[in-house]
């Protein structure tokens, strides 16, 4: 019999791959997840336990306006992640593409990120 795997079981064990990674670092992480009409991000800090220290998306209400979709809603998102980030004294963080392909939308939010003064 033939086993089949769904996409969505594939990225996920993508994800975990890299988050065994990024947590040998010990670093905090850009974490990025995506739907089709909206992009959210985290930054989360390793330390005793996992904590979000700022957090984005475009259901915030100085993104909502804007449609959520799509690269220019997710360059805003990565902008308003650094800033955040960057406020609660976090600049360097390791992104964790949530096992999503490095293109579109996931790479719109990053370089936006690090033009917003994150290093990863």
Known sequence: MKRTVTKTAQRLRRAKRARMRI???RAARLTVHRTPKHIYAQIIVVDDSDRVVAQASTLD???RDAPGGN????SAVGMLIAQRAIAAGVETVAFDRSGYKYHGRVKALAEAARQGGLRF
Not at 71 to 74: F, N, T, V
Request: charged share 30%.
């Open 23 to 25: 947590r040998e670092q």
């Open 61 to 63: 209400k100085t993104l």
């Open 71 to 74: 690269i220019p809603a997710a």
